[in-house]
């Protein structure tokens, strides 16, 4: 199962499942050795930071996610 699937599968549990579920998944990022912790870290600043060069927010134009946020507003 790629990424992507195993993300809109958690996506579809309930509020309770989903949050153990990031419990478990949090807690299993404590045990890595610091040199990798900081590598994921580091891999994460840098997609964020060419998300916001690109204008986007997980891969969604910064436009669509204020359309949206806007219409939940209202």
């Known amino acids: 199962m790629d990424l992507q699937t195993l993300e809109t599968e958690a996506l579809k549990l309930n ?8 419990e478990r998944l949090l807690q299993s990022l404590e045990t890595l050795p610091d040199a990798e912790n ?5 891999e994460e600043a840098q997609r964020r930071h ?3 060069e690109a204008g986007t927010v997980a891969g969604r134009s910064v436009d669509e996610v204020f359309r949206e946020a806007r219409a ?3």
């Open 15 to 22: 509020s309770n499942a989903r949050a153990r579920l990031a």
């Open 38 to 42: 900081d590598q994921l870290w580091a």
């Open 50 to 52: 060419q998300e916001l």
């Open 72 to 74: 939940r507003l209202t």
